[in-house]
Every structure is written in structure tokens, then in C-alpha cells.
């Protein structure tokens, strides 16, 4: 059973550097083609696809947030970690990590619950 | 970047009523590899076709998905009042990957 969970800071400061967690278990990430992304959806709004990193280190990000954004692994720990630098109101959100199903066929398929992050003085 | 258009951006029905819900890739989408998900007010995304046609485990039958060329819809025989709910569309073919905006599907 493949579970996933988000964890970080419910209120960061603009500026500051954004840090969470997706902690997950059911699977492992030194598996051939397995891959953790991260999606964010602000308050009413649509889904952004954010960044996705698989077990062989490949990582992708969204062009327009490529310069903010980190994504890194530790497969020992079964945790993915997203960064994202000089955080601004517009970041406010609900995060979400995913598992995507192996490549090619890499659509989301188990989500966590989300983390809500406010940005704000 | 593949720039995915949904409509209608809300579509009102009543239970019963057959819900066609429209996708429109800005390219072609290698593969089909286009998702469909269904997303419940404070609720994370769920899955309900992939491959643009298939089924995810457990979604029931009244859920089908279709494609032509670069347009892709979600089509729901008769909806039950559980179905109500926003839906997005999701492109993995060319990366960087995205969603679109989303369709309200809202009782009438």
C-alpha cells in the first residue's frame, strides 16, 4: 500500500526559503522508473505541476519556477525534499507530493493529503 | 510546454445526466499519455483514467475516456450526486508535464 505524506512550515515569510517534506512508504525509489512529484493548487485555483525527480536522479521542474526550485531524494530515508527560494504572497497553496507509476507511463497515481503554506509577514 | 485547455470552465447538470467534459492539448500528446482526475473540495486529486482511455483500479464504468488527435474528453454515463466535483486534465507525454485548468461539474 503506497502512502505518502507532506510535512513544512504552515506560515513563512516573504523572502524566505520554503521547505517540504514528502515522507512515503509502499514503495521505494531506487526502483527502476519510479518517480516523487510535487503539485501545488493556491486557494480556489487550479492545479500547478511543480517538479518531479525519479530514482535515477533525472529531475524536472516547471519552466516558469525553474530558478526557485530544488528538488532532491533520499531513498535511504524514502523522503523527497522541494525547495523553493524568495517565497512571495502568490506561493500560498496547498502542496502536494505524488507517486508517479513507472516511465513512460508516468501519470500521478497515489497522492498525499496536501500541507497548506502561507506566505505572509 | 504543453498548454492544456478545459471546457466548459463549469458545466451544470442534474443526476442522471450524461456529463461531457473537453480537454484540448496545444501539441500533440505523445503516446495519449493524458490523465484525467477528479478533485473533491479539500481533498487531494484522484485518479480516474489514464492513458487518455483506461480506467484507473476501481473507477466505475460509468467513467470513459476518449481521444481524437489532440482532443481528449472525460465522458460520465450518469452521474450520481458523488460525481459532482472539479476535474483536470493532465498531460505526461512531453515534459515538462502539466494540468489544466479544470471544469466545475456543479448540480443544477
Known amino acids: 500500500q503506497i502512502t505518502l505524506k507532506e510535512s513544512g512550515p504552515t506560515l513563512v515569510k516573504p523572502t524566505q526559503t520554503l521547505t517540504l517534506t514528502c515522507s512515503f512508504s509502499?514503495?521505494?525509489?531506487?526502483?527502476?522508473?519510479?518517480?516523487v512529484g510535487w503539485i501545488r493548487q493556491p486557494p480556489g485555483k487550479a492545479l500547478q505541476w511543480l517538479a518531479l525527480?525519479?530514482?535515477?536522479?533525472?529531475?524536472w521542474y516547471t519552466p516558469s519556477l525553474k530558478n526557485r526550485l530544488t528538488i532532491t531524494k533520499d531513498a535511504s530515508k524514502n523522503q523527497v525534499v522541494l525547495m523553493m527560494t524568495n517565497v512571495d504572497p502568490s506561493d500560498t497553496g496547498t502542496y502536494f507530493c505524488?507517486?508517479?507509476?513507472?516511465?513512460?507511463?508516468?501519470?500521478?497515481?497515489?497522492w498525499g493529503h496536501g500541507t497548506h503554506v502561507t506566505v505572509s509577514s | 510546454e504543453t498548454v492544456l485547455t478545459q471546457s466548459p470552465g463549469t458545466l451544470s447538470l442534474s443526476p442522471g445526466e450524461r456529463a461531457t467534459l473537453s480537454c484540448r492539448a496545444s501539441?500533440?500528446?505523445?503516446?495519449?499519455?493524458l490523465a484525467w482526475y477528479q478533485q473533491k473540495v479539500g481533498q487531494a486529486p484522484r485518479l480516474l483514467i489514464y492513458?487518455?482511455?483506461t480506467r484507473a483500479t476501481g473507477i466505475p464504468d460509468r467513467f470513459s475516456g476518449r481521444v481524437s488527435g489532440t482532443d481528449f474528453t472525460l465522458i460520465i454515463s450518469r452521474l450520481e450526486p458523488e460525481d459532482f466535483a472539479v476535474y483536470y486534465c493532465?498531460?505526461?507525454?512531453?515534459?515538462?508535464?502539466?494540468f489544466g485548468q479544470g471544469t466545475k461539474l456543479e448540480i443544477k
Open positions: 492513458d487518455a482511455s
Open positions: 525527480i525519479y530514482s535515477s536522479d533525472n529531475k
Open positions: 493532465y498531460e505526461y507525454g512531453n515534459r515538462p508535464y502539466t
Open positions: 505524488a507517486h508517479s507509476h513507472l516511465y513512460p507511463t508516468d501519470f500521478f497515481d497515489h
Open positions: 501539441q500533440s500528446v505523445s503516446s495519449n499519455f
Open positions: 509502499g514503495f521505494s525509489l531506487t526502483t527502476t522508473g519510479v518517480g
